[in-house]
Structure formats: structure tokens, C-alpha cells
């Protein structure tokens, strides 16, 4: 048994070495200020070691306070921690904000701040010097879930290492562990808490115990508000526990022992702060002013709050940056895997009713509940839909899931599988995410591009990849421009893309920092060439089929190139069991025809179905009058008003065009037939038509007769 134990803590050490590895190369990976308000964390405790006090929450502009934002009105412990570590060098790099972050979405330009200069790492900045308390905080958390394990289970220290590896490998875990955040810091009290509870359950209260838990509470509530929440759990668990146990200690001495050994020193320890929060917010917790400074307060409908919770369980596995960077699914299928065999473990424990301990679970579970309604309480005033404020209680859930894993025979794959996904992160996902775009010497230039060779301002747009064929609105169309410097750029120039559909409307629209906003002009080398990979939305309410145009320009400076014309269709064409009303050349079919008039014009609208595409330009002619003179009036040009030409048509298509004749003020009196056809521009044939399999005359469908005249 005692090898036997040995071998546990060989494999724990083992298991907080990789942990330590994989999450510095997180903090390594991760560019400066790319996780949720770590900015404001800095600022924070630079406001600290900068002026040596606590800073003020307020929205004065240009103050060491401001830049903390809603960090500011945060408990101080873990600034004050980290405020020593500043040093001389307590600067941030010199970074400014990239106006065309997309935070919460990973559709483009993943970052929110942009450098001035090139080639600072991460490692070199005051930034990761702090990065490194949050990895020390993360193992030692790590080190509380194995000795929880360890007291709850004994003889079977295999399930206290599976949970201590499950959330050692969790991407998310070492994430939020390789940057600056105060959630490190709730994490481990709240850990730590649990350890003291449970050691205070299952191996007997003394009086030692609980005034280091009281010491542990202050510390907690000094950490975040989520203390707060710890300091309810403790009482009730106490409170559980006199109930239950009380009379053979003395009920009044246990109750009188936890007021002033635990409750008290909590309270004496954290007072002062809420204190201070009444006296500067009038709000103890300072909650106010912190969504105040966050967003403000926000009015969230249940359905909307269901939206929210969809993305929890994802940003509780991966989800990196400020909510921008994910991994592929396959990251998210592996862990929902882990979860359910684990709940499936434990769901057949319960059914064969083995022994468990249902007052530890029953405290546990009470701390996973309590934590879940706190956080709810808050997303329902602020955005807060991320996994991360539920650490609190990974504890508890590392351990219920490696519960559930022991009760099957490979339930420790689930550790190597939660390291591969972990390691895929770090190697590809998050470098890949914020990696700079290529870049090329002139003779290196890839055949496929097409030259360009457009001045626009001090850049040069060299050229252009190849365009999709097809693209279909509400999705992304995505190409590779290829720029060069000419010039000096002293500020980060705006690439703009634009894109115009059916009558030149706009269907589409980008501005964007080169580099999908990670590398702007002003960063870039001279006499290379940018490989700038880029996509725009197309309007999911845009009208198609079209031959799309894209234009690229750079903002203000009064040159845009047109850089290709792509074919947007819909999803999916439209059924029609419409009759065939005539059918030109081998497979162009008229389903449809309608002639609207008005006081000035006729207003025909055509539906084509397409079975055997032209493969030519054609013109589409609609003329009013006698076939042996001019027309009266009339409507000639390529189809769709000429931003669907014949040329692009292809097999399957079923969509309407319409043509608008003007009707002259002074023209016949009477009724004339109204025609239309097809014909080649170029040589004035027109294209054969049938309708019931017969060659019409003049190859011209006849559709009515209609006045000729305004009326």
C-alpha cells in the first residue's frame, strides 16, 4: 500500500510538470492583453505599484484608475499580490486598439490590440512575469483536487489522480491559467476551502481547523465576490453539520467554536473592504459600479438567456482570446464524451446502489448549486455567458466525473485524451489563430494570382487570388490579396473591402486591419509581399442570383480596384411545377409571365428555369409592336437588368427577371403584341424557341397584347 501511494504522488508530480509546461507555453502563445480584461487586470495592479493605493473605480478619462475600468471596484488581494512583482519595468508594451475587433465572434480579427512596434515577445514584457503567478496558482489548485481525491478515496488514489489530470488538460484551465486574471485566484481559495471542509467532515473539527478556514474565507472574499458566496456554503455546510452532529461535541460549543473561529476572522480579515465600498458607492460588494463600468445593466428575457447558455459549456473546454478563437468541434465532441461516460459511471454506481457517502455528495453538490445561481443572478444584469466564472466548483465536478470514469476499465484514456486536446491547442489552435500573414519575395508570386499591380495611397495592391466560383448569401467569401509598402505609412491604414450585387447594391462590406487585423502596414517590412488572407460577409437578405462585384480600396484615400465579379446564388433554388411555356435553344424553359401596366410603363416579369445552360452572353429582348417595324417600345440587355448574364447560368437554376418597358407620351393609339427572345450581341441571331416542340416564327414568344401609349 505505501508503494503503492508512492506511485500516486510520483504520477501527481508528473501530471503538475506537464501542467506547468503546457501552460507557460500558453502564456507564451498568447499575444499581450488577448484574454478577457487582462488589460484592466495590469492597469490595476499597476495603479497599485505606481501609486501605492488602492484605485478608485470611476470613468474619468486618462487616469491609471480609468484604464483599470470595472477591475478597479474588484476585491484587492490578488493586485495587491502581484503589485510587488511589477518592478521597473511594470510598462505595458506599446499597444493601441484595433478598431475592427470582433469580441465574442470568430469571424475575423481576433485581437484586440494591435502593437506599434514588431518583434516584442511575450516573455520580454512585465506581463508575463505576472502570467507566471496565475500558473503557480493553477498547480496549486491542482494539488488541492488531488488531495481531496485523496481524502475521500483512500485506498484508490487512481480517481484522484484521473480528476487532478482532467482539469490540468483542460485547454480552458490552462488558458485562463497562462494569463492575468483574479478567477486564478477565486479558483484556488475556493479550493481550498473545499479541501478544509471536507478534511473538517470527514476527519474530525478542531479548533486549528477552523480558524484557518476562517482565515481562508477572509482571503477568498478578498479575492472576488464569489467569496461571498463560499462564506453562505461554509455556513450551511457548519450548519448541516450541528444538525447532524453537534450534540455529541455540545451543540452550543461547535456553534460558539465556528462563530468566533471562523466566521469572525473572516470578517475581520474582509470588512474593511466592503466598508470601503459603502462609504465610496454606497454598495458593499461595489457590484453597481462594476457593471456600470462594464456595459451597464441589461434586461434579459429567458429566451435570451437561453441563447447565452448554449456557448457556457464551449467556453468552459476552448475558447480563447476574448471569446474569439475556437478549435475545431472535434476539441468539444472529445470532451462531451469524457462528460457523459463520466455521468454515465455515475448513473450506474447509483442504479447498483454502491456505497457512497450522500452527505459529502450532498455538500458538494450544495457548493456546485450556490455558485450556479450566483453566476446566473449576475448574467442576468451583465454579459457573463463564460465557463470560466464556474471554476470556482471544478473541484467538486473533477471529482464526480472521475468518479464515473473509474467505474469503467479505460476510464483513465480520458486523461490522455483531455492532454491531446490540450497539446493540439497549444501547437496549432492558438498560434495559428494570431499568426502573421506570409510573406513573399516579387519572384515568388504564386501563378494562380492575378496580377494587379494598383497604387492606392502608399501601398500597392500586387495582386489577386482566385476568386470562389459561387458564393451564396450569408456567408463568408474568402480570397488572398497580395500587397506591397511604396511608401512610409505612419499610421495603420484601413483596408476596406466592398462588395456590390444585383443593380450595385450594397451586399457586402469590410474594413479591416491587414493581416485580418494582426498586421498592419505600418509593421510591415520593405520590398516584400504581404499574403493577406481575408473574407467578407455576404448580406443574408441580399437578392441573387448575381454576378457580385468586389472592390478593394484603402479607407480615404479616393482609389478603389475592382478586383473580380463573383456569382452569388441562393442556398437553394426554388422548386416549380409551373407548365412550360416555351423553351429557347436545348434548356432554357419559361415557367412563368406577367405583365404588369401602369400609367407609364410595362413591367414584365419572367421566371427561367434552367436545364441545359446557353454557355454564351446573351441578350434578352423585349420589344412592344409589329414584328415589321421598330418597336414602340422596348427592354434589350443582358438578364437580371445585366448582373446575370446568360454566361453564368448553370443546370438546376429556377429564378425571376424583370424588364421594364417606358411607354413614349405620344405614341400609337391601340393595342400591339408584346414579344420576347434571346439573341447573340455579337452576330444578331437570335435563339431558336419552341413551345410544344414547334420552331416559332421569328423565334419571338408572343405574351399579349398591351396599349402602346401613357395614358
Known amino acids: 500500500m505505501i508503494l503503492h501511494i508512492r506511485r500516486s504522488g510520483y504520477w501527481a508530480a508528473a501530471i503538475l510538470l506537464l501542467y506547468g509546461l503546457l501552460t507557460i507555453g500558453y502564456a507564451l502563445v498568447t499575444p499581450v492583453f488577448e484574454a478577457p ?9 499597476q495603479a497599485i505599484a505606481a501609486n501605492g493605493r488602492l484605485p478608485i473605480a470611476t470613468t474619468l478619462p486618462g487616469t491609471g484608475d480609468n484604464l483599470a475600468r470595472q477591475e478597479a471596484a474588484q ?27 470582433q469580441l465574442g465572434q470568430t469571424t475575423g480579427n481576433p485581437n484586440l ?76 481559495f475556493s479550493s481550498l476551502t473545499i479541501w478544509q471542509v471536507l478534511r473538517l467532515w470527514i476527519g474530525g473539527v478542531s479548533r486549528k481547523r ?47 467554536d465556528f462563530i468566533l473561529l471562523t466566521l469572525l476572522p473572516a470578517f475581520l480579515l474582509a470588512g474593511w473592504w466592503f466598508g470601503r465600498n459603502w462609504l465610496l458607492y454606497g454598495d458593499p460588494t461595489a457590484t453597481t459600479i462594476f457593471i456600470e463600468l462594464a456595459g451597464g445593466e441589461r434586461a434579459l428575457t429567458f429566451r435570451q438567456l437561453l441563447r447565452e447558455l448554449a456557448s457556457v459549456a464551449q467556453s468552459a473546454v476552448a475558447y480563447f482570446g476574448w471569446m474569439t478563437v475556437q478549435p475545431p468541434s472535434l476539441v468539444y465532441w472529445l470532451w462531451g464524451g469524457i462528460a457523459l461516460v463520466g455521468l454515465g459511471g455515475i448513473g450506474t454506481a447509483v442504479y447498483r446502489r454502491d456505497p457512497i457517502r450522500w452527505e459529502v455528495v450532498g455538500i458538494l453538490a450544495g457548493w456546485v448549486a450556490l455558485l450556479t445561481a450566483g453566476w446566473l443572478q449576475f448574467l442576468l444584469r451583465t454579459p457573463a455567458e463564460q465557463g470560466r466564472l464556474l471554476f470556482p466548483a471544478l473541484l467538486p465536478i473533477s471529482l464526480a466525473l472521475a ?43 504564386p501563378a494562380s494570382a492575378r496580377l494587379l499591380q494598383a497604387p492606392i495611397g502608399a501601398l500597392e495592391l500586387v495582386a489577386v487570388g482566385p476568386l470562389p466560383a459561387t458564393a451564396v448569401p450569408g456567408e463568408r467569401l474568402e480570397f488572398t490579396l497580395y500587397w506591397r509598402k511604396t511608401d512610409n505609412v505612419p499610421h495603420p491604414p484601413t483596408e476596406v473591402i466592398t462588395v456590390l450585387g444585383h443593380d450595385l447594391a450594397l451586399v457586402g462590406s469590410r474594413h479591416t486591419y491587414h ?34 462585384r468586389l ?43 406577367q405583365v404588369l401596366t401602369t400609367t407609364q410603363t410595362l413591367e414584365v416579369q419572367l421566371q427561367w428555369q434552367i436545364t441545359q445552360p446557353p454557355g454564351q452572353a446573351l441578350t434578352t429582348f423585349v420589344h412592344l409592336g409589329g414584328s415589321t417595324a421598330p418597336p414602340i417600345a422596348q427592354a434589350d440587355g443582358p438578364p437580371r437588368n445585366g448582373f446575370y448574364p446568360t454566361s453564368l447560368w448553370a443546370a438546376g437554376e429556377v429564378f425571376t427577371d424583370t424588364y421594364t418597358l417606358a411607354l413614349p407620351e405620344n405614341g400609337p393609339h391601340g393595342r400591339y403584341p408584346l414579344h420576347i427572345g434571346f439573341y447573340d450581341p455579337a452576330t444578331g441571331s437570335r435563339l431558336p424557341l419552341y413551345v410544344n416542340g414547334q420552331r416559332q416564327p421569328n423565334d419571338a414568344y408572343w405574351l399579349g397584347q398591351f396599349p402602346a401609349t401613357i395614358r
Open 113 to 188: 490590440y494591435v502593437p506599434e512596434v514588431r518583434g516584442t515577445a511575450v516573455w520580454q514584457t512585465a506581463v508575463f512575469r505576472l502570467r507566471l503567478v496565475s500558473v503557480l496558482l493553477g498547480g496549486l489548485t491542482l494539488a488541492l483536487i488531488y488531495q481531496a481525491g485523496r481524502l475521500l478515496w483512500p485506498p484508490q488514489p487512481g480517481r484522484a489522480l484521473l480528476a487532478m489530470a482532467l482539469v490540468a488538460f483542460l485547454p480552458q484551465f490552462s488558458f485562463l491559467h497562462a494569463v492575468i486574471s483574479n478567477d486564478t485566484l477565486i479558483i484556488f
Open 210 to 256: 477552523l480558524f484557518l478556514l476562517g482565515i481562508t474565507l477572509g482571503a477568498a472574499m478578498l479575492s472576488k465576490t464569489a467569496g461571498l458566496l463560499l462564506l453562505v456554503w461554509v455556513t450551511g455546510a457548519a450548519g448541516w453539520w450541528w444538525w447532524r452532529h453537534g450534540q455529541q461535541y455540545g451543540r452550543w460549543p461547535a456553534a460558539r
Open 75 to 101: 476585491p484587492p488581494l490578488y493586485y495587491l499580490l502581484l503589485a510587488p512583482l511589477m518592478g521597473r519595468s511594470g510598462e505595458a508594451p506599446v499597444l493601441h486598439i484595433n478598431p475592427y475587433a
Open 515 to 548: 493581416g485580418n487585423g494582426l498586421f498592419p502596414a505600418t509593421l510591415w517590412p520593405e520590398d516584400v509581399i504581404i499574403v493577406d488572407s481575408t473574407a467578407v460577409y455576404l448580406e443574408s437578405a441580399m437578392t441573387g442570383p448575381t454576378e457580385a
Open 403 to 445: 468518479y464515473g470514469l473509474s467505474r469503467w476499465r479505460c476510464g483513465w484514456l480520458a486523461g490522455i485524451v483531455a492532454l491531446l486536446t490540450s497539446c493540439y491547442v497549444l501547437l496549432v489552435v492558438i498560434p495559428t489563430a494570431y499568426a502573421p500573414p506570409p510573406l513573399l519575395a516579387t519572384a515568388d508570386l
Open 551 to 593: 472592390f478593394v480600396s484603402i479607407l480615404d484615400s479616393g482609389t478603389a480596384v475592382e478586383i473580380g465579379r463573383v456569382k452569388i446564388i441562393p442556398a437553394q433554388w426554388p422548386e416549380t411545377n409551373r407548365p412550360v411555356l416555351a423553351q429557347w435553344g436545348d434548356g432554357i424553359l419559361l415557367t412563368g409571365a
Open 37 to 45: 480584461d487582462e488589460n484592466h487586470h495590469f492597469y490595476t495592479v
